[in-house]
């Protein structure tokens, strides 16, 4: 719980975000070393360079050793277990699929393309049923082949939530809704390939068959929980410690922690792989607990870009956009930060007291809280990622965040408070993560612009490391009265029901690791997401989610901070790095090379 001091910590962070963003206009209008947007002495490419495209791509070399640092290792290396959005990116060296993003900035970088497949899927009419072919000479680091088994092995894991948590659970979801399955490991069948909705006639064909048609499976189908697992290499809880290679590269060795080092995969064969160029001979990571630390020898040239990908530490940025601005990209991350109204926490339940707080706000001091306009994200003015399709950016503000009422509009937030029975104002808490200084820097700012309108709002920081038991038990959030929670989203693939229906479909509210942390049950939501997953158009797709944003913006139920922004190090020594999509504004790792050999 925080006290008055507090504000001292605000005005600090605040006080850094206005030197960033003045830093970073003299980026983008050229000073400084004199470098401007251009190259640097260092060969650097320039500011942006490799924002939505592709920076020094004659320029890579086959071999050398790819250094990446970061500040925090995988959740898990498994592919059916990881869900850190670096793991996914990262997992492509060694994990291959039947599709996959293509390897292309930008916008492009979230279309699909086959990847151990010769094709995309053949979609039967009544979009239930999929089928693959495998191509010829894809094999396992031993050399052995990929057979369509493998891939359904390796999908199968999914159910084996007992030992395998913590991954993407779509595919089981959507293959078996009713979850008469229980996986490999309880599968009484000898082959332990007994789950009904995946045929594999032979060694190279798979089929799907849906009970219920959902226009976004092909996109599961591309996440890192559907790459095949062989049986005989399957380590079960251990196996994120040394997956078994479908990719050019594979382990060579880890230390959880510590480092990660990974070699080329000698069988893997360029001909059956059109997708990866595997540049580099080597790939290694080293992980730092000093995120100041590792930034300074991102800068020094020990390491080429940091494996997180979710920007440089502030005391890192400043020194880079003073001396190093043309090693710096500020992609939009395709994440959206936040508040959202617990409606089980009063007098959240109304309306009315939840857009008084929209309203109350002032949405400029939470946007230089997070760092500013470049380094934090532009203002958010509604709950749909830019990078997903029927979002319409900053174009849709329907409480003018963004403009007439972007410095707060206290007599709007005064009619509400009216409305809402509560005309002097209310009490309530804020919980936010104690491990995301920015966070606390957010909840501080509408602390502060909240007690203008009468609104006293305690903060409670909680272990970040432990949200799924705090913040995702609607019980426990009730119980501690935290009436305001902040928190942040990303999409698990560009679409609205990979963005939002953990979000605001009612059956995805969970006794624990609840993420529908506004307890949205609305029929007329749920039933635009099942309009959604039944619609195989792509742009009825688009106006359906459109529809399903308006919606949820109208419920009043959050209120966006930023669509979120990053400041990222790429090194001089980087050839073909670009910023994709597909991996919410990260660099694409799959094809980084280096402009050296050596």
């Not at 640097?40 to 086959?62: C, E, H, I, R």
């Not at 790459?227 to 399957?234: A, F, I, N, Y």
């Not at 009730?478 to 928190?487: A, C």
Request: aromatic share 10%; proline share 5%.
């Amino acid at each position: 719980m925080t006290t008055q001091r507090t504000s001292g910590r605000r005005k600090q962070a605040m006080a850094a975000a206005a030197v960033v963003a003045a830093l970073l206009t003299t980026a983008a209008c050229g000073g400084g070393n004199g470098d401007g947007d251009g190259g640097s002495k260092d060969g650097a490419a320039g500011f942006d360079a490799a924002n939505n495209k592709v920076a020094q791509a004659d320029l890579a070399k086959k071999g050398g050793t790819l250094k990446f640092a970061g500040a925090q290792d995988a959740d898990s290396w498994d592919t059916t277990r990881g869900y850190y959005g670096f793991m996914w990116n990262f997992s492509r060296y060694y994990a291959r699929q039947l599709v996959t993003n293509k390897a292309e900035p930008g916008k492009a970088g979230a279309e699909l393309a086959p990847d151990l497949a010769t094709g995309l899927a053949e979609v039967s009419d009544d979009g239930k049923t999929y089928k693959y072919t495998l191509r010829d000479d894809v094999t396992w680091e031993d050399g052995k082949p990929i057979t369509s088994k493998d891939v359904k092995y390796g999908i199968e894991r999914v159910w084996a939530q007992d030992v395998l948590a913590g991954g993407p659970v779509y595919l089981k979801d959507v293959l078996d809704p009713k979850g008469e399955y229980q996986g490999p490991y309880k599968d009484k069948s000898k082959d332990k390939l007994g789950l009904k909705a995946i045929e594999t006639p032979d060694d190279k064909t798979i089929i799907f068959k849906l009970p219920k048609a959902n226009s976004d499976f092909e996109e599961m189908l591309a996440l890192v929980s559907a790459s095949p697992v062989r049986q005989d290499k399957d380590t079960k809880s251990k196996y994120g410690l040394h997956p078994f290679s479908s990719g050019p590269y594979k382990f060579e060795s880890y230390e959880p922690g510590k480092s990660l080092k990974l070699v080329r995969n000698e069988n893997w064969k360029q001909s059956s792989d059109p997708l990866r160029k595997a540049y580099p001979d080597a790939i290694t990571v080293n992980f730092f607990s000093n995120a100041n630390d590792m930034d300074q020898r991102l800068i020094n040239g020990d390491y080429h870009l940091d494996i997180n990908q979710t920007g440089m530490s502030p005391q890192g940025r400043t020194t880079a956009l003073k001396e190093h601005k043309a090693n710096l990209d500020n992609p939009v991350s395709g994440y959206i930060r936040y508040a959202v109204f617990p409606q089980s926490v009063k007098p959240f339940d109304n309306e009315h007291c939840r857009k008084a707080v929209i309203y109350g706000a002032d949405h400029v001091s939470l946007q230089t809280a997070r760092g500013g306009p470049i380094a934090g994200g532009d203002i958010g003015t509604n709950m749909l990622p830019p990078s997903v399709p029927g979002s319409e950016g900053q174009k849709y503000d329907p409480f003018e965040l963004a403009t007439a009422n972007k410095s707060g509009n206290v007599a709007k937030a005064k009619e509400e408070l009216k409305a809402c029975g509560q005309p002097n104002g209310f009490k309530t808490t804020i919980a936010v993560r104690n491990n995301k200084p920015v966070e606390v820097a957010t909840a501080e700012s509408l602390q502060a612009s909240l007690k203008k309108v009468g609104i006293q709002a305690e903060i409670e920081q909680y272990d970040g490391s432990q949200t799924s038991g705090i913040i995702g038990s609607p019980s426990n959030v009730e119980k501690k009265k935290f009436g305001i929670i902040i928190m942040g989203w990303g999409p698990d693939f560009p679409t609205v029901q990979g963005f939002g229906l953990p979000l605001w479909d009612s059956s995805y509210i969970l006794e624990s690791g609840n993420n529908n942390y506004a307890l949205i049950k609305d029929k007329t939501i749920d039933g635009l997401f099942d309009d959604y997953v039944n619609e195989l158009d792509d742009a009825e797709k688009a106006k359906i989610a459109t529809e399903i944003n308006h919606k949820v913006m109208e419920g009043g139920y959050y209120l966006p901070f930023v669509f979120e922004k990053f400041i990222n190090w790429r090194s001089s020594d980087l050839a073909n790095v670009y910023t994709s999509d597909g991996y919410s504004g990260m660099y694409d790792f799959v094809n980084l090379g280096l402009k050296s050999s050596k």
